[in-house]
């Protein structure tokens, strides 16, 4: 099956720093999505992404398909930032998302 | 709009009993996953549906595991008899014609 590798694995931030999750793929997707899980166990979408650049708000995140990579932008934190930020992708020709193991983000006053 | 729902939220087991859970996927979503995630681990899928029909339970252990949707609405996914390595969230998703997943509030299953 696809690969998926989220890096860090963990982060600590200090409340108003800016951090970048990353995540590599490897084969052709056709779906990205990344979630944040908060304390509560409830996936969160953040963006559907499977190319391309995109933003909400303080966050944005940014696809490079044919490199097989998407990065997740976090900037001016705050603590309800804090959760597992997961990756999903969708192969071609597949069904199912598969999810890396996520980053545990902690985001102190 | 509703989003996935998912009940109960919290259910605790000793090992050996049954457990059911249900889902309702967003109204008018004919795609609709079971996932199960253990602790520490990011969402495994379990089953798709597309409307009632199965589309993909390769990842379902079948001698202890069943799920259904009758109607091509609601779900139910039974564990029985439930395993210690059973516990964790189980989570619905639905999606419509895109690729894109929404998911539900899951459910944490602890096995005693």
């Known amino acids: 099956g696809i690969q998926v590798e989220q890096s860090p694995p963990d982060l600590i931030l200090q409340e108003g720093a800016n951090s970048t999750l990353r995540c590599n793929f490897s084969d052709s997707v056709n779906n990205l999505q990344w979630f944040h899980q908060n304390p509560w166990g409830q996936l969160i979408n953040l963006f559907y992404i499977p190319s391309g650049t995109k933003q909400n708000g303080r966050l944005s995140a940014t696809t490079v398909a044919t490199e097989r990579y998407s990065l997740l932008y976090i900037s001016s934190s705050q603590t309800t930032d804090s959760g597992v930020y997961f990756c999903?992708?969708?192969?071609?020709?597949?069904?199912?998302?598969?999810f890396g193991a996520g980053t545990t983000v902690t985001v102190r006053a | 709009e509703a989003g996935v729902a998912q009940s109960p939220r919290y259910k605790i087991i000793e090992k050996r009993q049954s457990v059911a859970f249900w889902c309702n996927p967003i109204s008018g979503h004919a795609t609709l996953y079971w996932y199960q995630q253990i602790l520490g681990q990011g969402p495994k899928l379990l089953i798709q549906?597309?409307?009632?029909?199965?589309?993909?339970d390769s990842q379902l252990p079948k001698d202890r595991f069943s799920a259904e949707r009758l109607k091509g609405v609601d779900s139910t996914l039974k564990i029985q008899p439930a395993k210690l390595e059973d516990s964790a969230v189980y989570l619905c998703?639905?999606?419509?014609?895109?690729?894109?997943?929404?998911f539900g509030p899951g459910t944490r299953l602890t096995v005693l």
């Open positions: 998703a639905s999606s419509l014609d895109a690729p894109e997943q929404f």
């Open positions: 549906f597309q409307n009632n029909g199965v589309v993909d």
């Open positions: 999903a992708v969708r192969r071609l020709n597949d069904y199912k998302l598969s």
